[in-house]
């Protein structure tokens, strides 16, 4: 990997220390073009003239055909979205629930995951049942605690495949073991993962996944995309109809329901020009390599917090074991508030960061375009600012 040569490709990495890709993550000037070539076939060629009709179909057709590439799954099981958290709400709100059904999720978790779930037990008289994990839990101790609260009326597991809050990486695959043989569907947020490890729906085996484009993919925001195994298809209903929720008719009083296919979810137009740009952005990724880009986001991880840890008043918050990992690293300055070392970071530093509410803390995005110097450069800082009286 050429770390120089890709970071004259993303602009931002010649302005600043971005360290915020968790949030919304740089586009290389690749992913731009692309979008910006989609804008000006439509500005000329007029975008409901046949010719860039059928060509934004094909765009829409080919980004999908991208997105089961990186998650090693059926087009036929994807559709593209606006972002992960409208994904997960095709989900929650597309199965029936009954009340007393059981959700179980963690305290670890983005809202986007809570409040669905929340929402759940408001409307529909479902329980949520949020179990308690440290941000660092180890692996045997988050399956033990996941496998006790679960019961007979447990209907779904809900979880980050890695957490926003600390960056620990759920064993996902031993959880899958856990619920599949009672019959326990399995729906991930995976708005930390696309771009940043490798994915694989087969080997992971869950029944929903949801991911954004804007993240660790480095595409741009308003667009993502929804996977759903494609047993579990017919389960899930359109929470908004347009013309793909019923079956090819040539009358009205022809309207049959779309029940198998993912084209159910399609609600009218949608931005050929953002699809192009996911597409552009997963080749972008893909040409670096996953694997490459995980095993270099967790090595910086790893001196991030090795670094950090050498400091006294410094907390790091997130796991320090390489398999429950990930390229997010967040900490805490003893007596200073997390949105205070945010500002001091990007005021005095130039260096984009974020905070995260729970646990309290500041958290740095790691991605493969980012060097060691910049840990170093991030490291000092943290004790700059730990040292102040």
């Not at 958290?85 to 995951?113: A, F, K, R």
């Not at 109809?241 to 009205?252: F, T």
Request: glycine share 6%.
């Amino acid at each position: 990997m050429d770390v120089r040569e890709i970071r004259q490709q993303i602009p931002v990495c010649q302005r600043m220390v971005y360290l915020n890709t968790g949030w919304s993550g740089p586009s290389p000037v690749s992913v731009v073009d692309a979008i910006k070539r989609r804008l000006d076939v439509e500005m000329i060629g007029g975008p409901a003239s046949p010719d860039v009709a059928e060509s934004g179909r094909e765009v829409r057709t080919t980004a999908r055909q991208a997105v089961a590439g990186l998650l090693n799954a059926s087009p036929d099981e994807v559709c593209l979205t606006k972002n992960t958290t409208d994904g997960l709400n095709m989900v929650m709100n597309g199965l029936s629930w009954q009340p007393g059904d059981e959700i179980v999720s963690c305290d670890l978790e983005h809202s986007s995951v809570l409040v669905p779930s929340y929402f759940k037990q408001l409307r529909n008289g479902a329980a949520l049942k949020v179990v308690h994990l440290e941000s660092n839990e180890p692996r045997e101790n988050i399956l033990a605690k996941l496998e006790d609260a679960l019961t007979e009326r447990t209907r779904l597991v809900f979880l980050s495949h890695i957490e926003y809050s600390s960056g620990l990486r759920q064993p996902v695959e031993e959880i899958r073991r856990i619920t599949r043989d009672r019959g326990i569907m399995m729906l991930l947020d995976g708005a930390q993962t696309a771009g940043h490890i490798r994915l694989d729906m087969k080997q992971i085996d869950c029944d929903f996944y949801s991911i954004p484009g804007q993240k660790w993919l480095l595409g741009s925001e308003g667009v993502g995309a929804l996977y759903i195994r494609r047993e579990m298809i017919p389960q899930v209903e359109p929470i908004a109809v347009s013309g793909g929720a019923v079956l090819p008719h040539d009358l009205p009083d022809q309207f049959e329901p779309n029940t198998d296919t993912m084209d159910k979810f399609n609600v009218s137009s949608s931005s050929a020009a953002l699809q192009a740009g996911l597409e552009e952005a997963i080749r972008f990724i893909q040409n670096v390599g996953v694997d490459v880009i995980e095993q270099r986001n967790l090595d910086l991880a790893s001196s991030l917090k090795g670094a950090l840890a050498d400091i006294p008043g410094v907390s790091v918050l997130s796991p320090m074991e390489r398999d429950i990992s990930s390229g997010l690293v967040s900490f805490s300055i003893d007596g200073v508030d997390p949105a205070e070392v945010v500002s001091y970071l990007w005021a005095e530093h130039r260096i984009a960061a974020r905070r995260v509410a729970y646990p309290p803390g500041v958290r740095a995005s790691l991605h493969f375009f980012n060097t060691e110097e910049e840990v170093e450069k991030l490291a000092a800082a943290v004790r700059q600012r730990a040292e102040r009286p």
